[in-house]
């Protein structure tokens, strides 16, 4: 049976890859997790659409990732396929009317600076996310009082039924780290920005002053899945927890960053079980000093 899962699958993926027993810690910011049973690498929107109904009809699970971040994969790994969209996703095109489209394996990086590239403002504060446009949308990632919202146009959905939808900025109701995938789950394929017509010169400098303050701000030093807990209505997360006398606070090479408690870094070789019940150790002594429960902005994945 699994032998001929994976002569299925290696159908699918034509000209794309196909990893056994891959171990995803080699896949994520934070440099920890086990073992993907299936690491499939599509080389276009068709082979992992056909992948994808393949896991539907036979039953596999499947998780979608781009560039790792935001992920903490259990040290157990992942059974089924792990998608990463990437090379072969990942074109850009900008139109005379000032809008960015952009495949969901584009790195934010690449979409801020092409943005910048064409004297477009709108996407300055996307530069320093380590993420992929796809996990963006999803998420609707935001820094520095910019978030995808502001300016998406529009964004196309493999759901799991293998129906293609091109949602509109409304339908995808875009919240703070939210999206209509969190209710429904799906695939983001391309998404479309509107963006304003500038100064070069001027949204390069926004650009760099975002990037030198994540420098100075952030542990970028370390392994990380960016910012750990989401945003507490009417607090910081990193504040409640550094008021909390947890600045430093660790759970064998995890541990809450010294040079901003919002995040978690791994200082050697931190497993995703040290990860977790540092964080649930967080939260507990959190909200037993402030009453404030923090939530994980990182997303857990896999067997725990």
């Not at 030198?212 to 910081?236: C, D, V």
């Amino acid at each position: 049976m699994k032998e001929k899962f994976e002569e299925q699958l290696r159908i699918c993926l034509k000209n794309g890859q196909l990893k056994l027993s891959e171990p995803m810690k080699s896949h994520t910011t934070f440099r920890i997790g086990g073992p993907a049973d299936y690491f499939a690498l599509p080389a276009d929107e068709k082979e992992l659409a056909l992948a994808v109904q393949l896991c539907q009809e036979q039953e596999i699970p499947f998780y979608v990732i781009g560039n790792g971040s935001n992920l903490l994969v259990s040290d157990k790994g992942f059974r089924g396929v792990v998608f990463c969209i990437g090379n072969g996703m990942d074109a850009i095109e900008i139109s005379e009317a000032g809008v960015l489209k952009a495949q969901a394996g584009a790195s934010l990086a690449r979409c801020a600076s092409q943005a910048a590239a064409g004297s477009l403002s709108g996407l300055e504060f996307a530069g320093g996310i380590p993420g992929t446009l796809g996990g963006a949308v999803m998420m609707n990632a935001g820094a520095y009082g910019g978030e995808m919202r502001d300016t998406i146009l529009w964004a196309r959905i493999l759901w799991e039924n293998g129906e293609i939808e091109k949602l509109s900025k409304e339908e995808l109701l875009l919240s703070y780290r939210h999206s209509i995938l969190a209710e429904r789950p799906g695939i983001v394929l391309e998404a479309a920005f509107q963006l304003e017509k500038g100064n070069r010169e001027e949204i390069l400098e926004r650009m760099n002053g975002f990037n030198q303050s994540r420098r100075e701000k952030q542990p970028l030093n370390y392994p990380s899945a960016g910012s750990t807990f989401k945003r507490p209505e009417g607090y910081f997360a990193g504040k409640l927890i550094m008021d909390a006398g947890l600045r430093g606070f660790r759970i064998g090479d995890a541990m809450v960053s010294e040079k901003h408690c919002g995040f978690v870094v791994n200082v050697g070789e931190a497993t995703a079980e040290q990860v977790k019940e540092l964080m649930e150790e967080v939260d507990r002594i959190v909200f037993e000093k402030f009453g404030v429960h923090l939530a994980p902005e990182v997303r857990l994945v896999g067997e725990w």
